[in-house]
């Protein structure tokens, strides 16, 4: 059984830094496209980045571009993200997703469900103004 799990949410000010965690097991996390997802209140879950397995190749969505930094240590089994210069629309739940679609699609499948396979249950961060 896969199990993805995420941690680090927390409640920060806007302007600051936050960086979430992730582990999966049920799975050979080191051969496994990662990302990370965010849904914001009232919205509807979407992608923010992704990291190929060996990560070679990361993908933002605009909004986080220059911002935020996805990476991985697989000697570590663990997945990261690396928030800076937070603002109140970076608000709302972080899901960390394994088997993820992780090439130049992955914009254009920002919200689509299949663009992972396994999901955790979320981290919340909220910033404040």
């Known amino acids: 059984q896969v199990q993805v799990m995420e941690s680090g949410g927390a409640l920060v000010q806007a302007g600051g830094s936050l960086r979430l965690s992730c582990t999966a097991s049920g799975l050979t996390m080191s051969v496994t496209n990662m990302g990370w997802f965010r849904q914001a209140p009232g919205q509807e879950r979407k992608g923010v980045s992704c990291i190929d397995w060996n990560g070679s190749n990361t993908y933002y969505v605009d909004s986080v571009k220059g911002r935020f930094i996805i990476s991985r240590d697989n000697t570590k089994k663990t997945l990261y993200l690396q928030m800076n210069s937070l603002q109140r629309e970076d608000t709302g739940v972080y899901y960390c997703?394994?088997?993820?679609?992780?090439?130049?699609?992955?914009?254009?499948?920002?919200?689509?469900?299949?663009?992972?396979?396994?999901w955790g249950q979320g981290t919340q961060v909220t910033v404040s103004s």
């Open positions: 997703a394994a088997a993820v679609v992780c090439d130049l699609r992955f914009p254009a499948m920002a919200y689509s469900p299949r663009v992972a396979s396994y």
